[in-house]
T-cell receptor, first 111, second 112 residues
């Protein structure tokens, strides 16, 4: 059975800290891994990582795919209160036309 | 360009009532999805439509039906609502199957 596991489940940090969120997966025929940020409402897309694009960066956020370890990390440097959200990782399993989501990491950034 | 829209935003049903959640996208995407999100469970796929004219079950399809009315619209029907279906429902679309999804704003459904 395909699985996506995220850790930690929740995290509280102070503004300015750097955080690392983890996502591990077990899927047949890996194609890509996606990261989303969910604040109060719908998830919004952050990054997609593939075999040909294992590292992505956007401002203070960056993500790396480790195909050997079947995992990915999402780094956020110099965190701000606006980074408080649930961060979701998702992988399309096998040849299926859908995404399997992890349960998410709830990040809270305090002043 | 509205992206993905969902109606209604909120709904309260009594056990046994039926209702249809509507979803539409204006991005000319081929694939559309219905998810439910419950505390501690993450997003779970109910049904999806990889392309117009096709629908497939996801992880938690029991108690639901879907219709891909055309390329733009994908509706989710609860025939006989149960308290276990209390959840937040998200519709999403993507240009190609398993691509990065654009999510609608969600429907918060309570079944009493």
């Amino acid at each position: 059975e395909d699985k996506v596991v995220q850790s930690p489940l929740s995290l509280v940090v102070h503004e300015g800290d750097t955080v690392t969120l983890n996502c591990s997966y077990e899927v047949t025929n890996f194609r890509s891994l996606l990261w989303y940020k969910q604040e109060k409402k719908a998830p919004t897309f952050l990054f997609m990582l593939t075999s040909s694009g294992i590292e992505k960066k956007s401002g203070r956020l960056s993500s790396i795919l480790d195909k050997k370890e079947l995992s990915s990390i999402l780094n956020i440097t110099a965190t701000q209160t606006g980074d408080s959200a649930i961060y979701l990782c998702a992988v399309p399993p096998g040849t299926a036309s859908k995404l399997t989501f992890g349960t998410g990491t709830r990040l809270q950034v305090t002043l | 360009n509205a992206g993905v829209t969902q109606t209604p935003k909120f709904q309260v049903l009594k056990t046994g009532q039926s209702m249809t959640l509507q979803c539409a996208q204006d991005m000319n995407h081929n694939s559309m999805y219905w998810y439910r999100q419950d505390p501690g469970m993450g997003l779970r796929l109910i049904y999806y439509s990889a392309s117009e004219g096709t629908t497939d079950k996801g992880e938690v399809p029991n108690g639901y039906n879907v219709s891909r009315l055309n390329k733009r619209e994908f509706s989710l029907r609860l025939e006989s609502a149960a308290p276990s279906q209390t959840s937040v429902y998200f519709c999403a679309s993507s240009e190609r199957a398993s691509g990065a999804g654009h999510f609608g704003p969600g429907t918060r459904l309570t079944v009493t």
